[in-house]
């Protein structure tokens, strides 16, 4: 008996902190009316619940990490095509407006990016598990990146001195 729910209500946060921050790249270009961005970001927001819908492991947030990032690389991720076509937005608007090097980790009490490959990864959203150490150990898709880094974090402070 398979009947259509809607998004699951334990990752509402996260998708909308993911979308949030995709639609405000889009906004901040300034090629996008207020109603091509809320078209966007209901397009956005759904496509991204049901990708997530049997993916999503609050009791183990880093399993299938690697599956809901979001990634671009040179090469647009699927989701966010998706989305735009909702707005007529082409392929190549797409790399005009958004960077060229992204990746968005969605997973359950955080959502974090970095842009560019050797730079810094922020958080965007953040909240406590509801069992604490659930995750202690793992090695996640965000950790395996930064175990393989070939120059240096850019989390440093640098000070000049006269």
């Given at each position: 008996?398979?009947?259509?729910?809607?998004?699951?209500?334990?990752?509402?946060?996260?998708?909308?902190?993911?979308?949030?921050?995709v639609?405000?790249?889009?906004?901040?270009?300034?090629?996008?009316?207020?109603?091509?961005?809320?078209?966007?970001?209901?397009?956005l927001?759904?496509?991204?619940?049901?990708?997530?819908?049997?993916?999503?492991?609050?009791?183990?947030?880093?399993?299938?990490?690697?599956?809901?990032?979001?990634?671009?690389?040179?090469?647009?991720?699927?989701?966010?095509?998706?989305?735009?076509?909702?707005?007529?937005?082409?392929?190549?608007?797409?790399?005009?407006?958004?960077?060229?090097?992204?990746?968005?980790?969605?997973?359950?009490?955080?959502?974090?990016?970095?842009?560019?490959?050797?730079?810094?990864?922020?958080?965007?959203?953040?909240?406590?598990?509801?069992?604490?150490?659930?995750?202690?150990?793992?090695?996640?898709c965000?950790?395996?990146?930064?175990?393989?880094?070939?120059?240096?974090?850019k989390?440093?402070?640098?000070?000049?001195?006269?």
């Amino acid at each position: 008996m398979s009947q259509r729910r809607g998004p699951r209500q334990d990752m509402l946060p996260e998708i909308a902190a993911a979308v949030s921050f995709v639609s405000g790249l889009l906004r901040t270009r300034g090629c996008v009316s207020e109603q091509q961005l809320q078209v966007f970001s209901g397009a956005l927001r759904e496509a991204l619940a049901e990708h997530y819908k049997h993916h999503w492991f609050p009791e183990k947030p880093f399993k299938g990490s690697g599956y809901r990032c979001i990634r671009i690389n040179h090469k647009m991720d699927p989701i966010i095509c998706k989305a735009a076509s909702h707005i007529g937005l082409s392929l190549s608007q797409l790399y005009q407006l958004l960077p060229s090097e992204l990746t968005l980790w969605v997973d359950p009490y955080e959502v974090s990016y970095r842009i560019g490959e050797d730079g810094s990864i922020c958080v965007l959203y953040e909240a406590t598990a509801t069992k604490p150490g659930s995750s202690c150990g793992v090695l996640t898709c965000k950790n395996q990146l930064m175990l393989g880094r070939t120059s240096p974090s850019k989390n440093y402070i640098m000070t000049v001195s006269s």
